[in-house]
């Protein structure tokens, strides 16, 4: 279809992330013209656990991606406890430089266009011919009738909250989107752009300093991820360490690699000088002691950790546009505490697909609403526990001895299970 001289997309889906590449595969499988634009390129590292959930399993399994590694145990430690949690049923783990890549190859090979190293720069809505015209950090202009907005965690930079027709990026913030890139980066030690500042209380002895778990202006963390090689890691489990200042997940993602990933008190990274020292930090306490053997630097494989910033946690409020739907961390980003956001992106790129074909952005919206907000209240919950090592701790005693509590805890922190 032709719209003023520009190619018409039936839907352009702006992120090219597990959540867009799933409803670009879900749309075109609905005879929809997609069109993903996705500012990076494939393969590459991005900051995540790699741990995919059970739930997620069949789709990728549909689509020919097998995890290289399942997962049948989860143990946790806080302070002197731990719990070893077998899943109910097998998860998966694989490097997101693998599983972003294969998914994009199966959209290509479905018919839906994707274009590499195209960055959004800006939105425009012309409400009377109901069009979207998609402006790309080039300069170049694409259009569609509807708009997927999976563009992850920055998302809600591209369109500002309260915009209803013109919608442009607000150009003070619209710098923030490559400032939340994940590439290797080094965070200022004064909070960088993001004007964090070190909050420092007493220490839990009396003296020394406390660091805020919860980060500074607002919820905000510190993502950081490296792999290492595997050595005799077990590779059906994942280990997950959780201290007063962040918690840090480790588990296979194929033979002979290991994946550690963490979520750092943003305070406590910005009282050091650089970000390698926080996280020598982080690793250095004793009940690292576990897992500190695979972290030794000779064993990683990455120049250096990779590290991002991350927003505050939770579902997310939009206005309801006309054909602009939000997936995957765009439209809420569930803490990774429970091992469940890539899950959440692939299901939630499946169930904008009829929505998408019906142009009914305020029953996706709601639908989405409906469906995902108690595994969101009770993942925020989740997370809250784990700012509190000593109750957490407690509670993987309980959970020792009433081997339900830890299965309901993994169950009602996912979707249809
Ligand atoms: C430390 C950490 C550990 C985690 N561990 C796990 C885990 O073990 N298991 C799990 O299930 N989840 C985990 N998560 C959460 C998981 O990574 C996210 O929920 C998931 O990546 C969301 O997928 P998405 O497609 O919505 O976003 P993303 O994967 O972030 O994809 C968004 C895409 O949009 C692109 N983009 C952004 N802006 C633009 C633009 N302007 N123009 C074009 N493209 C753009 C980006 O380049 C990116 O490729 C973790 C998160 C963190 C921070």
């Known amino acids: 279809m032709e719209g003023g001289g520009l190619l018409m997309n039936d839907v352009i889906i702006i992120g090219g992330g597990i959540a ?16 993903v634009l996705e500012r990076g390129a ?25 995890p290289s590694i399942a997962i049948t145990t989860v143990q946790l430690y806080a302070r002197h406890a731990a719990l070893t949690l077998p899943l109910p049923l ?27 190293n195209a960055q959004v720069d800006a939105v425009t809505h012309d409400a009377q011919h109901n069009i979207y015209d998609v402006t790309l950090a080039d300069g170049s202009v694409m259009r569609a009738s509807s708009l997927v907005i999976g563009a992850g965690r920055v998302a809600q930079l591209l369109l500002p909250r309260g915009a209803t027709k013109a919608v442009r990026p607000d150009p003070s913030t619209h710098r923030a989107p490559s400032g939340w890139s994940e590439r290797l980066r080094t965070v200022r030690p004064d909070g960088g752009a993001a004007g964090l500042q070190p909050r420092v209380s007493r220490g839990p002895n009396g003296g020394g300093r406390r660091f805020e778990w919860r980060g500074t202006n607002g919820q905000q963390y510190v993502g950081i991820k490296a792999h290492f090689s595997a050595g005799s890691f077990p590779l ?17 993602v194929d033979a002979t690699t290991v994946n550690v990933a963490a979520l750092l008190s943003a305070s406590f990274v910005h009282s ?30 990455f ?24 997936i995957g ?57 784990y700012q509190y090592p000593a109750i957490t701790a407690l509670a993987l005693r309980a959970a020792g001895c009433v081997p339900a509590l830890s299965r309901a805890v993994f169950l009602k922190t996912r979707d249809t299970l």
């Open 20 to 35: 867009g590449l799933s409803a670009a595969i879900h749309c075109r499988q609905r005879g929809l013209m997609v069109t």
């Open 329 to 385: 961390d765009a439209a809420g980003s569930i803490p990774p505490a429970t091992g469940d956001g890539l899950a959440l992106g692939l299901l939630t790129g499946a169930m904008v697909a009829p929505y998408v074909a019906a142009h009914d952005a305020q029953g996706f919206a709601h639908a989405w609403r409906q469906q995902f907000s108690s595994v969101f209240k009770n993942g925020m919950a989740l997370h809250r526990l």
């Open 90 to 116: 097998p998860a998966g783990s694989m490097s997101r430089y693998v599983l972003d890549a294969s998914l994009a190859e199966v959209a290509r090979q479905s018919g839906v266009t994707l274009h590499t």
């Open 42 to 66: 494939y393969p590459a590292h991005k900051i995540c656990g790699e741990f995919l959930s059970p739930e997620c399993l069949p789709m990728l399994a549909a689509w020919g991606v097998i």
């Open 303 to 326: 120049p250096q950790w990779l590290t991002c910033q991350v927003p505050a946690f939770g579902m997310r409020s939009y206005p309801v546009l006309k054909n602009i739907y939000y």
């Open 272 to 301: 050091y000088n650089n970000t390698d020292d926080a996280i020598d930090a982080f690793i250095s306490q004793p009940i690292m002691n576990r897992m500190r053997d695979y972290v030794q630097k000779e064993h990683c494989l």
């Open 236 to 252: 059906d489990s994942v280990q997950f360490f959780i201290t007063d200042v962040g918690y840090l997940g480790i588990s296979a």
